[in-house]
């Protein structure tokens, strides 16, 4: 079992950055794709980042490319995710998620994170 504890959310205003944390459980986090995903009011949930599990691969959803950044202290068993220019569609609750099988590519297809945080909103007005 590992436990997934998101924080940093928010409330900020267009043009402002915010950066979310992530902390997971286990003293094999090292090993773990790490991914950050994102649901905003009557959506469905949507990919926004993944890394693998030494920093060296990161994946961006097209709406966050250039914006956005993962990264991950393996160390402290964290991962960050660092939002630059905000903009109201960026209003959501935000997920971390882990996927074990760190010898895979990281994707952005929800069923294949296996364990899941509760969320930290982030709410971005104009």
């Known amino acids: 079992q590992v436990q997934v504890v998101e924080s940093g959310g928010g409330l900020v205003q267009a043009g402002d950055s915010l950066r979310l944390s992530c902390a997971a459980s286990g003293r094999s986090f090292s090993t773990y794709i790490m991914g950050w995903f994102r649901q905003a009011p009557g959506k469905e949930r949507e990919f926004v980042a993944t890394?693998?599990?030494?920093?060296?691969?990161?994946y961006y959803a097209d709406s966050v490319k250039g914006r956005f950044t993962i990264s991950r202290d393996n160390a402290k068993n964290t991962v960050y995710l660092q939002m630059n220019s905000l903009n109201p569609g960026d209003t959501a609750v935000y997920y971390c998620?882990?996927?074990?099988?760190?010898?895979?590519?990281?994707?952005?297809?929800?069923?294949?994170?296996?364990?899941w945080g509760q969320g930290t909103a982030v709410t971005v007005s104009s």
């Open positions: 890394i693998s599990w030494n920093g060296g691969s990161t």
């Open positions: 998620a882990v996927d074990r099988r760190g010898w895979r590519t990281p994707g952005g297809n929800p069923i294949d994170y296996e364990y």
